[in-house]
């Protein structure tokens, strides 16, 4: 299994690439700006990320989803009154 | 207050509303100019007028929390206090920020920031340091709206970590700026009519964020332990200061009534309210002033393991006087809540169980069994309570005024 089904694969792979970075970048100078500046990219990439798996669980109902598209169906019609 | 400038009277949906009691057209446009004047005129029988420029000046209300700390679920409890649900802004750039409701905008502090990732990843500094925002732009853009003007605020978008061409903002009837930095820069703190401050404790931050991060390739309990003390520096130094300006702090804390927990399933949270602010009455328990332990399961409510507390009490925090309401456990169900409620005053609801049934609306969101989401509910019905009043009050000055 690769990581969360829900993220959307490209913003996944950042991430990845992101925490392998920010470790090398922190393996020279575990102090200094650059490190600190690495790991907020990956803050970043991952906060992102759990925004885009939420919008995702918005839309995870496939009935609701059909009917967004279709609304004049007869699984899809509600009437007010 | 009351001034309307000719150009906004002018417009077709015109902030003022003019009801002259004789002879002026409705088009007309109308300077006032000094209180005196429009004394003179009443005493000499001319005519009064009643000018309210209310509407279209939007309050302005900021959030400050780090990332990763529910700040989105909060917005979305407090936009539905107000009816309807916020939407990023519709036709627009998809990586879009803000959240747009009937009466509510939510932007994005992000979107200032003056460096992108390139840049700040270039000049070694984070996105919590000041260095890397444009407070200027922040603030002249937060002017413009409480002013009643349109902006065209930059987009940063962070997916790609770049700053993307602008979006046109409208004002609102409630503007609400949430990020690392709305209360940092003086000018911009002087803006808001209400500010909030997300507290998370250091270890219900990594708790959270494991439950966060765990699942993503890449990620392991190192990873994100090295980015939250990556950051920490900077976070201590730039963001957590600003708690001491916020109207309404909410701590969360680990839990103390089951020993050694650090699951941050069981939360304390504290509800740190400033005294003496300006439509702003704090909620109490019981008694107002007084202090007070409470624990609600006995013989008329069942509570499971390990149950609920709160306490009630005044302090000092940060040198000022504050009310403090704390909740450490969980709710099972709702009678505990709506049991709950109905000890608590001054609570702002329009009807008795208001802050049930906005919970109940919204069970499935992070937060909704415990404190977190009971006092982000109650912050969000203190804020239509405040605005309701600021409103009431820029309607009534003019009135007031003409009696004189």
Redesign the interface.
């Known amino acids: 299994v690769a990581g969360s089904p829900s993220t959307p694969p490209e913003l996944a792979q950042k991430v990845t690439e992101s925490i392998k970075q920010a470790e090398e970048t922190c393996a020279g100078d575990p102090e200094g700006g650059e490190c600190v500046a690495a790991w907020d990219e990956v803050e970043e990439l991952s906060a992102a990320a759990s925004h885009a798996r939420d919008r995702k669980k918005e839309h995870s109902d496939p009935l609701e989803e059909f009917c967004e598209d279709n609304p004049e169906t007869d699984e899809c019609r509600t009437y007010d009154s | 207050m009351a001034f309307c400038s000719p150009h906004t009277t002018a417009s077709l949906r015109s902030p003022c509303t003019t009801i002259p009691n004789s002879g002026f057209r409705q088009n007309q446009v109308i300077l006032f100019t000094t209180r005196s004047s429009r004394r003179s005129n009443t005493r000499h029988g001319a005519r009064t007028f009643q000018v309210s420029c209310a509407v279209e000046q939007p309050i302005v209300i900021g959030l400050a929390a780090d990332?990763?700390c529910g700040k989105?679920t909060f917005m979305r409890r407090l936009t539905s206090v107000f009816g309807g649900a916020a939407e990023p802004p519709k036709g627009g750039n998809p990586d879009s920020n803000t959240l747009i409701s009937d009466t509510t905008t939510v932007i994005c502090l992000d979107d200032y920031h003056s460096l992108d990732?390139t840049g700040?990843?270039e000049?070694?500094?984070?996105?919590?340091d000041p260095k890397a925002n444009d407070f200027d732009l922040m603030y002249e853009q937060v002017k413009a709206i409480k002013e009643g003007k349109a902006i065209e605020k930059p987009i940063y978008n962070?997916?790609t970590?770049l700053l993307d061409p602008a979006e046109l903002i409208q004002p609102p009837k409630i503007f609400v700026i949430e990020g690392l930095h709305p209360m940092y820069d003086e000018r911009v703190r002087e803006l808001l009519d209400f500010s909030i401050y997300l507290d998370i404790s250091n270890e219900v931050k990594f708790a959270w964020?494991i439950q966060?991060?765990m699942?993503?390739?890449?990620?392991s309990l190192e990873?994100i332990k090295?980015?939250i003390?990556?950051?920490k520096?900077?976070f201590d130094a730039f963001i957590d200061p600003q708690k001491q300006y916020a109207d309404a702090v909410i701590e969360v804390l680990p839990t103390q009534l089951i020993p050694d927990d650090n699951e941050g399933k069981v939360l304390r949270v504290k509800l740190i309210m400033k005294e003496g602010i300006k439509f702003f009455n704090p909620v109490y328990l019981f008694d107002e002033g007084s202090t007070i332990n409470w624990i609600p399961c006995g013989r008329k409510l069942t509570c499971s393991y390990p149950g609920i507390k709160f306490s009630y009490g005044p302090d000092t925090y940060f040198g000022q006087e504050v009310s403090v309401l704390e909740m450490d456990g969980q709710f099972d169900r709702l009678d505990e809540l709506i049991y709950v409620e109905s000890h608590l005053s001054n609570l702002s609801t329009k009807f008795y169980g208001e802050v049930t049934q906005q919970m109940l609306k919204h069970a499935d969101f992070p937060g909704s069994n415990n404190g977190t989401g009971l006092f982000q509910t109650i912050v969000g019905l203190k804020i239509r309570d405040l605005y309701e009043q600021i409103i009431a009050e820029r309607a009534g000055v003019p009135a007031e005024a003409a009696k004189v």
């Open positions: 990332s990763g989105s990732r700040r990843k000049k070694g500094v984070t996105a919590l962070h997916v970590g964020k966060r991060d699942a993503e390739r890449g990620h990873s090295a980015s003390e990556a950051r520096p900077d």
